[in-house]
């Protein structure tokens, strides 16, 4: 069975700092999706991975695919409150018959 | 164009009645999802359809639960008898591939006393 672990499960920091999010497994995954979830709404998607070592930015959003692409992080620079919410990777194994997804990370950015 | 959209939003039901949950994916998406969230869990899969036919329904729970999708624009989430261990959000997503961007529906947040 696919697992993939988030870390940390919880975190609350103040505006401007800056901060790192873990997804990590003991599988390969073929590709790695990370989501945003807001209070009340479902999961929305930020970005995809594909490639072992590959780094996306979304503005203030940098996600990278580890080498054996067994793992992820998302760095967030200059956090603001807008970026308040459950934020869940998700990977599709390498028979790619469907994604699983992690534990979730809540983060709080306090004004 | 319109989201994936389910119902009913909020249901409060009693343990051991019947509860349906619809889905309407996003058209021309091929597979269609049910996750149920709760805290302690997290997001779990429970049951996906491709093309219409299931797929995987390993995620389900119980014998309690059963799901269909009659159509490609239509797909239901049953449970009886409910419990209240139930009580979860159960979230409806569609894709156009298996492995593609999901799509969620706003959820159902269900709450059986």
């Known amino acids: 069975t696919q697992l993939l672990e988030q870390s940390p499960q919880f975190l609350s920091i103040q505006e401007g700092e800056n901060l790192t999010v873990y997804c990590n497994s003991s599988s390969v995954f073929s590709s790695l999706q990370w989501y945003r979830q807001e209070p009340g709404e479902g999961p929305v998607l930020l970005v995809t991975v594909v490639t072992g070592g590959e780094v996306k930015k979304l503005k203030r959003l940098t996600f990278q695919f580890g080498d054996a692409r067994k793992d992820s992080s998302l760095h967030i620079t200059a956090a603001q409150p807008g970026d308040t919410g459950l934020y869940l990777c998700a990977g599709a194994g390498s028979s790619a018959s469907k994604i699983i997804f992690g534990s979730g990370t809540r983060l709080s950015i306090r004004p | 164009d319109a989201g994936v959209i389910q119902s009913p939003r909020h249901e409060v039901t009693e343990m051991g009645q019947e509860v349906t949950l619809r889905c309407k994916p996003i058209?021309?998406?091929?597979?269609l999802f049910w996750y149920r969230q709760t805290m302690m869990r997290g997001l779990e899969l429970l049951i996906y359809?491709?093309?219409?036919?299931?797929?995987?329904d390993s995620g389900m729970p119980e014998d309690r639960f059963s799901a269909k999708m009659p159509n490609a624009s239509f797909s239901t989430l049953k449970i009886q008898p409910s419990e209240p261990r139930d009580s979860a959000v159960y979230f409806c997503a569609s894709s156009r591939s298996l492995t593609g961007e999901l799509f969620f529906g706003e959820g159902s947040r269900l709450t059986v006393l």
């Open positions: 058209s021309g998406h091929n597979s």
């Open positions: 359809f491709n093309n219409n036919v299931p797929i995987d």
